[in-house]
Structures are given as structure tokens and as C-alpha cells.
């Protein structure tokens, strides 16, 4: 996973011309049509050799009245939502103007990473604009010209620890194909591998997509957790209504929330839109490591409730499933047995994963809710030692020794903890080939109940060793 850039600031600064030069022709979605409020322009960027997704807030014309400036400000929070990092830009040869200081404001608010570029600073001319830029209280700006090319070597030694944050990031998150045995564990005095569970930061939020159909109150729930109307509704909703992500404070642990509200309605405006919407609810859940899947308790278990449930165990993601609308609900007691009896049926893939009733209306529920991405993020991020899996490896083997296709004996000499996030483990045994499915779940299931890991997916490995 690289990292998204977006470029914001006022009109005329020198976005587009910055963004061009990053992009050149590579770009990857244009989409100015009007009326559908697509007036982000997305590309991929590069600079010496970073690699990266700009996103563009061009295309807005200087916001005098009232309904542009709101326009302004909307389009640029959103594009600072779907960013994790903005590039703020502002004109350095007319200074900084009371909207900058807007700008600044909201990004100061809503921003994890910003970077600041005083543009059109080849010359003495700038000279003034650049050092008011400090006053902005933003870091140190670069000097930039965008138009000449000037500066570009400021900004990439500013994009470079964060790209190599996202470098990082990406290599604990990569779907495993070839898996590499993690050698840098720390060991306890009897031996014992020492399991650290990341704890979210200020600066590494907890990173949660809330995924589920449309009117299953995804919109409530996270307006009830921010404890304010801050994602829109009404005739504008569409604008704010894409995946974009929040970052809050949820008693004391800093979130990153996804917000996938928008993903279906929005598909209704034409076919194109429909791909992109879609697009961002994967990206939702492939930027989150817990996915709560919120289920209308009145309808519980659709089809897209499923297939986005599926999704996440496929992504590897930790899951929590919410069931709101719970304050509407006469038969509680008998309700919750068939909510656990259909998911174990719909879902045996997330087997024991924790299944919360929530009121987002009310607010009913939300402790539980916020225990349980807490754990799930914990049992995520699971490590289980070595000495510790071959013997329970060894109790497994006896209680139900693997099968003999054609009389041989399928032997499993060792097991190891390759990976967490999700856990992953690996089992070196003789004919991995002809081990059945049904032997393998067997072990899935074992770990999950023996060393109480629900909630996330495993993955089992076989390597052959004879
Ligand atoms: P945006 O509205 O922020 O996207 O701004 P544009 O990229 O459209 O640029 C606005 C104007 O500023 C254009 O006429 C550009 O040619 C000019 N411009 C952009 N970058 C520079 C620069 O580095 N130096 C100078 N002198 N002009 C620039
Ligand atoms: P979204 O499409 O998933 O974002 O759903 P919304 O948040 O827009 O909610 C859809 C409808 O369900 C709205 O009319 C909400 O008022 C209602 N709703 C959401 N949560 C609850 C709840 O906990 N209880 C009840 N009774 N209604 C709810």
C-alpha cells in the first residue's frame, strides 16, 4: 500500500500545475462531470522514486459567494479524509490571504500529516510570502515552484519518512503467498516469545471501516461516536457521502474511521460511479484492521451484508459484527439465539467472532462495541510461541491423527507462527498436497477455540518436509 497525497489550498495557487508534474499523463480517473460532485481528480504520482496516489482539489473556481466558499470547504475536507497526507499550498508571491488561514484551520483539525508548500517562489518576489508562510504555524514550508520545477527535491525529502512509514505498513500487511517465518521476536527469561499488541497512538490510529447495506444506520452510529452531526445529510448528502475516513477519539483510543455510507446510493447515478463506489468500500476495508459490519437487525444477513463480511475475512481484516436498531427489537433473548444460530450457518468462515447488539440511535450498546474492536484488534495482532504450538500441535495429533491417502501416513513435524495481523501459521509435513480441507479446518478451528483467537481470521500454511 503506498500513500495518498492530496494537494489543497485555495484557487490559483498552482495545484493543478503541481499536479500535472507529479502525474504527467499517468492519470488514473478523471471525472468532471458536473452534477455528480466527482470534482476530485485522482493520478499517480511520481517523484525520483516515490511512488504515490495524488489527489487534486482543482476545478473550483475562486469561491467569492457563499456557496462556493461552502463547496470549497467540503470538497477539501473530503479529499483531506481520503489522504494521509496533505500538501497545503499556498501563494507565495501574494502571501498568505484570510482563506488560506480557512485552510490551515481545517487541516490543522483533520489532517495527520500536513506539509506545507509556499508556491510560485522563483524569485525575490516570494521572498516576503514565504517567510509569512511560517505564521501559519504549519512546519517549515518548502519553497516551491511549480511551474519551474523548483523545490521538488524539498518535497520529497518531506514525503520520504512517510512513504517509508507506508513502506513498513504495507510489508506487516501483505497478503501472504510466499510466507517468510518472522525471526524478530523477543523472548521472555523461560523462553516464551513475549506477544506485544500494538497499542494505537496519536499518530497510528486504530484503523475501523464500519461496512454494511444502506439505512443500516452506519451514518448514525458514527454521527453517535462523534457525538455530533458531522457527516451531512439531506439534498447534499451525496458530497459527503463517499468512503471517507474520520479521525476521532473514542474514550481515550484514537480511531481512524472509514465511513462506507455512501457506497450503494451513490452507485444509483450511473454505472461509472457505481465501479468507483464499490472501489471505495474495498478500499475501506483493505485501509482498515477492524471492519465492523453493521447488520439491520430487522433484516439481518443480506446478500451485501454477506458478501462484505466475506470480503473482510478474505482481506484478512479483524471483524466485529453490530446489530443495531436493537432498541426497536420486542424479542431480545430469542432474536440473539437466531442471529448466532445464522451466522454460524452464513458466515462459518468468521466463526466466533464477536457478535455486539448496538441502539446507534440511543447509543445502547457502544461500550460493548468499543470493548469489542479493542479485543478483536487484539487477538489480530496474536502471537503464539513456538514451544507452546507444538505441544498443543502434539495433543491435536493424538486426539485425531491426520489421514493415510493410499496408506501413507501424512506426517506434521512442526508448526510455527509466521505472521500476525492476522495471525498466520505454517506447518511443515509430508505431502502437504494430499492433506485434506477437512484436516486443515480441523487445526483453523483448534487454534481459534484452544488459544481464543475470534474474531480474526487464521491462516494455515502446509510446507513440505519430509
Ligand atoms: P490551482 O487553481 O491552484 O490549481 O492553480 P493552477 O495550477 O491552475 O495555477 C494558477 C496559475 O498560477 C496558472 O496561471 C499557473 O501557470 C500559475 N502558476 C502555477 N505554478 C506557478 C509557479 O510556480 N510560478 C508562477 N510564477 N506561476 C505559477
Ligand atoms: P446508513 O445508510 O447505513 O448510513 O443509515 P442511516 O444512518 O442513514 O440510518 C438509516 C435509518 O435508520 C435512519 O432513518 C435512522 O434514523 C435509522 N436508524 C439508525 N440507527 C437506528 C437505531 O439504532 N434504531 C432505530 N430505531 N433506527 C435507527
Known sequence: MSFTLAIVGRPNVGKSTLFNRLVGKRLALVDDQPGVTRDLREGEARLGDL?????????????????????????????????????FMIDARVGVTPTDEIFADILRKRSAHVLLAANKAEGAAADAGVIEAYGLGLG???????????????LYSQLMPIADDFAERAAQDAPETEVEIDEDV???????????????????????????????????????????????????????????????????TPMRIFDTAGMRKKAKVQEKLEKLSVSDGLRAVKFAEVVVVLLDAAIPFEQQDLRIADLAEREGRA?????????VEEHKQEKLRELKEAFDRLLPQLRGAPLVTVSAKTGRG??????????????????????????????????HPPPAPQGKRIKLRYMTQAKTRPPGFVVMCSHPDKMPDSYTRYLVNGLRQDFDMPGTPIRLTLRSQN
Open 366 to 399: 457502544l461500550d460493548r462495541l468499543h470493548g469489542a474492536i479493542l479485543r478483536a484488534y487484539d487477538v489480530w495482532n496474536r502471537r503464539i510461541s513456538t514451544a507452546k504450538l507444538n505441544r498443543w500441535l502434539i495433543g491435536m495429533l493424538e486426539q
Open 319 to 327: 471483524v466485529v459484527v453490530a446489530v443495531n436498531k436493537w432498541d
Open 186 to 252: 523477543d523472548f521472555d527469561e523461560d523462553g516464551e516469545e513475549i506477544a506485544a499488541t500494538p497499542v494505537p497512538t496519536a499518530a497510528k490510529p486504530l484503523q475501523v471501516a464500519v461496512v454494511g447495506r444502506p439505512n443500516a444506520g452506519k451514518s448514525t452510529l458514527i454521527n453517535k461516536i462523534l457525538g455530533e452531526d458531522r457527516l451531512l445529510t439531506g439534498p447534499e448528502a451525496g458530497i459527503t457521502r463517499d468512503a471517507i475516513s474520520l479521525r476521532i477519539d473514542w474514550d481515550g
Open 140 to 154: 517549515e514550508p518548502i519553497r516551491l515552484s511549480a511551474e519551474h520545477g523548483e523545490g521538488l527535491n524539498d
Open 51 to 87: 511512488r504515490f496516489t495524488v489527489i487534486d482539489t482543482a476545478g473550483l473556481e475562486d469561491a467569492t459567494d457563499d456557496s462556493l466558499q461552502g463547496r470549497m470547504r467540503r470538497l477539501t475536507e473530503r479529499a483531506v479524509d481520503m489522504a494521509d497526507v496533505c500538501l
